[in-house]
């Protein structure tokens, strides 16, 4: 039971930050047997799939490093991963019939856009700071995370679990803490004169 928690939520987890590398990642872990995907999940590990999930990720890669390219491409993924993560765990489930597949798939998509969410606000973020190194290595870092995740479903999948859990509890204290930082930047410029802290300057 843990094993099947791991390789969902790891999964949806890995979706939500780059949906292509996870797709191309687990078809080829399957293919080389280092995984069991379940379900209709298995379907992904064919070549065709692989290719066009690696084509795509090699596009996100080189968009992902652009400032305010990053972000766009973040805002049109905004439904995308969620709803492959979610695609994703209904194949997952196809052997437990829709009473589990439903759940499964609505519980992908909730993990995926909440790493999604993390990911995106993190990255607008980012691009307040104006130059592109930043950028770039939190790219890089991204990609990592979401190999590191793979790594472990195929070899730790309760350690996979316990990590997104404990990831969706920091995102909650992130996206609070976020939203407060960019709500002062991007309202900076407008503040008013009156303003007590203006005055208290």
């Given at each position: 039971m843990?094993?099947?928690l791991g390789m969902l939520f790891g999964s949806s987890w890995a979706s939500g930050v780059n949906l292509y590398l996870t797709?191309?990642?687990?078809?080829i872990a399957q293919r080389m047997e280092w995984v069991n995907l379940p379900g209709n999940m298995s379907a992904i590990s064919h070549p065709l799939?692989?290719?066009?999930?690696?084509i795509l990720y090699c596009i996100e890669f080189f968009a992902d490093k652009i400032p305010y390219v990053d972000s766009v491409w973040?805002?049109?993924h905004t439904f995308i991963r969620p709803l492959g993560s979610a695609v994703l765990g209904y194949m997952a489930a196809s052997n437990m019939g829709p009473v589990f597949q439903v759940p499964a798939?609505?519980?992908a998509g909730t993990v995926a856009a909440d790493s999604h969410l993390t990911k995106a606000t993190a990255r607008v973020a980012v691009n307040t700071s104006h130059e592109p190194i930043t950028n770039s290595v939190a790219s890089i870092g991204e990609d990592a995370s979401v190999v590191?995740?793979?790594?472990?479903?195929?070899?730790?999948p309760v350690i996979a679990f316990v990590a997104v859990?404990?990831?969706?509890?920091?995102?909650?204290w992130f996206l609070k803490k976020m939203f407060h930082f960019l709500k002062k930047v991007f309202n900076a410029p407008g503040r008013r004169k009156d303003d007590p802290d203006i005055k208290k300057m």
């Open positions: 843990l094993n099947s797709v191309a990642g687990l078809g799939i692989i290719i066009f999930a690696l973040d805002s049109v798939a609505l519980l590191g995740v793979l790594y472990l479903i195929a070899k730790h859990i404990l990831f969706i509890l920091f995102s909650v």
